[in-house]
Nanobody
């Protein structure tokens, strides 16, 4: 069974921080590049951060310098440390491999108030 379970979202004030967690099945995690995607109201889902199994990271310009992606290969988990949050970061956040598979979790809602 392929599973992706995100957690850690919530309501935070602008400038605050949150850490998101994702538990992925081994078949998804494996040797794949893992990423965090987000979908804001009225917008398409976008990739904001990704990390290879070897630790190479990439970030969207909109979050660079504020978000940090990390992963625990032994536990098949990926994390997203978010700081200096802005209202425009408000979205449902999802984890998946990069490129994404057809399987998606429920995501976790992040709401940043101004």
């Amino acid at each position: 069974q392929v599973t992706l379970v995100e957690s850690g979202g919530g309501l935070v004030q602008a400038g605050g921080s949150l850490v998101l967690s994702c538990a992925a099945s081994r078949s998804i995690f494996s040797r794949n590049v893992m990423g965090w995607y987000r979908q804001a109201p009225g917008k398409q889902r976008e990739l904001v951060a990704r990390m290879s199994s070897g630790g190479i990271t990439n970030y969207a310009d909109s979050v660079k310098g504020r978000f940090i992606i990390s992963r625990d290969n032994a536990k098949n988990m990926v994390f997203l440390q978010m700081s200096s949050l802005k209202p425009e970061d408000t979205a449902v956040y999802y984890c998946n491999q990069v490129p994404a598979t057809v399987y998606w979790g429920q995501g976790t809602q992040v709401t940043v108030s101004s």
